[in-house]
């Protein structure tokens, strides 16, 4: 080979050399490219975007003037589009809204029925006999009753000795009360608590309503403070509720954050965080709250001690520690799983990745449906899980490994391939017992109303005020979720507290074991 040759042969090894770099440079601004628009349209969803995570697999998604007419048929096709033959067994449950009657009040609520007689001209018939009451028309309206304040004058009695005997004169004990010192009775106090935490009412608003209807004065901070203090005459309840979590083998968790301005040695911008766990055997389901400021992984995997069993949560990083031991089985949410991708096949255009990944999903909730539906029994469900969606889990599982390697590691498509793959085992261990559900959809209800809470409180002002925070919320809600009325059930503990003396005492006052014609009903769990 003559130097020209050479020469040649060194420049178009050169340029070859150079072309590859450029491609790889091209690949990776068009995958930066690629990242950057999708974060972008999430943003745009995000901020003027629908807020639901209803999926609707349509190839248009623009409707025509008949929109809800393309929309509904858009609906019934994807319902019906599968490919496992198990779906073919399932028949489509069609949930039309049962049309509720303007007047169809709780059932609970007193009637007190007027009677409006016939005028007496139209009681004689035309041919002189006077007519009989067949029947009457009955239209109910709801009636409103302003509450009614009054002062309880305690009278203690003080007997003597009619001789004056020395030292025979005896004044009555006072009655025992879980504020002492309150100017105001226990039912106040439950009201401010329920008004507080479930009506989601300020302090400054109840202050105001005392004041203008009631006419007397009590103080935002007075009220902030009885809250707190009777917090501690009411954690053997929230002690004896823990224990059933621990001792019942399914449980759930999940966090949200709390800001807590004076707490020791952290700034008050810092962000802490307030534990749902929910848990408890049938006929004694318990929600509880917790709040926790540091080293959050010790803090959960110490709450869970003693605990066996299959949990429901996400993959948050503060859960890991709880998974070394062999005694507890995580059950991921899938959920969160289908949230990844969600975003994704809504943005993208014809039938992605996302899009295809999104249906796994959807049949896999239409055979959760078809149980809860069915109202099927924990043995029930486990066998229909083992005949229609495992299979299903492995056909997921088989395109994931499939697609993964061809999609950018680090595009959004890319993030919910891995945190899939990640979390796969926990993703189905929801197959291996019927007691388990798909996701952790249940707990994330009952963060909900705290989170809704927070949003108007914002804040708390001490550590002590944020352990009584949590406590009222989990008494609050474990009521509602047995259909108790918290106000009442709230008058009731309060009232009974003080006279506890046994552990037996206590448990007497456990929302399932407290008497329901002492602290009334609501019609659902709200």
Not at 234 to 254: C, F, S, T, W
Request: aromatic content about 10%; glycine content about 4%.
């Amino acid at each position: 080979m003559t130097d020209t040759e050479k020469s040649l042969q060194h420049q178009v090894d050169q340029l070859t050399l150079e072309c590859d770099l450029l491609r790889k440079k091209c690949q990776q601004s068009d995958d930066a490219y690629a990242v950057l628009m999708d974060q972008l349209k999430q943003m745009l969803r995000h901020r003027f975007g629908q807020k639901s995570e209803r999926y609707i697999d349509l190839e248009n998604p623009q409707l025509s003037l008949y929109g809800e007419v393309v929309l509904n048929e858009a609906l019934d096709e994807e319902d019906e589009v599968s490919d496992n033959s198990c779906d073919n067994d399932i028949e489509r449950q069609k949930k039309r809204r049962a049309k509720k009657s303007r007047n169809a009040f709780a059932a609970h609520l007193p009637r007190t029925e007027q009677l409006i007689p016939v005028d007496a001209h139209d009681k004689t018939c035309q041919c002189g006999c006077p007519k009989k009451v067949i029947n009457h028309e009955r239209h109910e309206r709801l009636n409103y009753q302003p509450p009614v304040y009054e002062v309880i004058v305690e009278l203690r009695e003080v007997v003597a000795c009619p001789k004056g005997c020395v030292g025979e004169v005896i004044t009555a004990d006072k009655p025992k009360h879980i504020l002492p010192k309150a100017s105001f009775t226990e039912s106040v106090l439950a009201h401010i608590i329920v008004s507080k935490l479930d009506d989601r009412q300020p302090y400054y608003h109840l202050e105001k309503q005392f004041e203008k209807r009631a006419g007397f004065r009590l103080s935002r901070q007075t009220m902030a403070r009885s809250v707190i203090d009777c917090s501690d005459s009411l954690q053997p309840l929230i002690n004896l509720m823990k224990d059933e979590v621990i001792d019942y083998d399914v449980g759930a968790l999940d966090a949200t954050t709390l800001q807590v301005l004076n707490e020791p040695g952290r700034s008050a911008s810092t962000k802490s965080y307030a534990y749902c766990f929910r848990g408890g055997a049938p006929g004694k389901d318990v929600i509880l709250y917790e709040y926790n400021a540091i080293k959050h992984k010790p803090f959960v995997n110490n709450w869970f001690a003693g605990f066996s069993g299959g949990l429901h949560c996400d993959g948050d990083p503060f859960f890991d520690l709880l998974f070394e031991s062999e005694a507890v089985s995580p059950s991921f949410c899938n959920t969160h799983a289908r949230r990844k991708f969600e975003p994704i096949a809504i943005a993208s255009k014809g039938n992605g990745l996302a899009k295809q990944a999104m249906r796994f999903y959807k049949r896999l909730y239409k055979i959760e449906r078809k149980a809860k539906d069915e109202k099927m029994s924990p043995e029930q469900r486990y066998s229909l899980r083992q005949q229609c969606s495992k299979p299903l889990m492995a056909e997921f599982k088989q395109w994931l490994d499939e697609h993964y390697p061809t999609v950018p590691p680090k595009s959004s498509l890319g993030k919910a391939f891995a945190y899939t793959l990640k979390f796969w085992d926990g993703l189905c261990e929801f197959l291996n017992d019927g007691r388990l559900e798909a996701d952790n959809n249940l707990t994330e209800q009952e963060i909900k109303p705290f989170v809704i809470a927070r949003k108007n409180f914002m804040f708390c002002s001490s550590v002590k005020g944020a352990e009584a925070l949590c406590l009222h919320f989990s008494l609050i809600r474990t009521a509602k979720r047995h259909g108790l009325d918290p106000y009442r059930y709230y008058q009731e503990i309060l009232e009974a507290i003080p006279h506890c003396q046994t552990v037996e005492d206590y448990e007497a006052l456990l929302p399932w074991n407290i008497a329901l014609e002492k602290v009334g009903a609501i019609n659902l769990a709200a």
